[in-house]
T-cell receptor
Framework: EDQVTQSPEALRLQEGESSSLNCSYTVSGLRGLFWYRQDPGKGPEFLFTLYSAGEEKEKERLKATLTKKESFLHITAPKPEDSATYLCAVQARDSSYKLIFGSGTRLLVRP | KAGVTQTPRYLIKTRGQQVTLSCSPISGHRSVSWYQQTPGQGLQFLFEYFSETQRNKGNFPGRFSGRQFSNSRSEMNVSTLELGDSALYLC?????????????FGEGSRLTVL
């Protein structure tokens, strides 16, 4: 069964304190792995797509990497506005285009 | 350009009632997906519509249904509501190109069942 597990569930950082979020996945053929950010009361906002092991994507203070079993979202020198829930999702290489989401990591960055 | 619009944003129903939620995708987007988000189960796929046809359906009972109109707008319906149906229902659209995992989500319809 396709599955996504994210850790930690919650993470508290001081402003400027870099860290990484983990996303482990099991999927029968990966079409793509996706990172989303969700603010309270809002829908998820797309951040990155990764398609194959070794691929990396960067956007401002965020960098996403992918291996054959997991993905990391590295946050460098975070700011309070980076506080949000970060969701990881996979899409299997089958006829379905559905996303299978992990439960997310709640990130709080304190000033 | 305008984002995905969902109505209503909040609603309260009682057990046994039915509810219809509406979604207007981004102009030009032909694929609309629906997801249920709860604290316990997270985000779970309900169904996807493309060109007025349901392409995929998640593991939800038949009480959950939907449709898509010729202008790509979509509705989902939940009949005989149960307490466990209380959730945030999210609609997402995409142009249904090769980057189909890049979804644009609305802000959701928060349903409370009493």
């Amino acid at each position: 069964e396709d599955q996504v597990t994210q850790s930690p569930e919650a993470l508290r950082l001081q402003e400027g304190e870099s860290s990484s979020l983990n996303c482990s996945y099991t999927v029968s053929g990966l079409r793509g792995l996706f990172w989303y950010r969700q603010d309270p009361g809002k829908g998820p906002e797309f951040l990155f797509t990764l398609y194959s092991a070794g691929e990396e994507k960067e956007k401002e203070r965020l960098k996403a990497t992918l291996t054959k079993k997991e993905s990391f979202l590295h946050i460098t020198a975070p700011k309070p506005e980076d506080s949000a829930t970060y969701l990881c999702a996979v899409q299997a290489r089958d006829s379905s285009y559905k996303l299978i989401f992990g439960s997310g990591t709640r990130l709080l960055v304190r000033p | 350009k305008a984002g995905v619009t969902q109505t209503p944003r909040y609603l309260i129903k009682t057990r046994g009632q039915q509810v219809t939620l509406s979604c207007s995708p981004i102009s030009g987007h032909r694929s609309v997906s629906w997801y249920q988000q709860t604290p316990g189960q997270g985000l779970q796929f309900l169904f996807e519509y493309f060109s007025e046809t349901q392409r995929n359906k998640g593991n939800f009972p038949g009480r959950f249904s939907g449709r898509q109109f010729s202008n790509s707008r979509s509705e989902m319906n939940v009949s005989t509501l149960e307490l466990g149906d209380s959730a945030l229902y999210l609609c997402a659209s995409s142009p249904r190109t090769e980057r189909t995992g890049e979804l644009f989500f609305g802000e959701g319809s928060r349903l409370t069942v009493l």
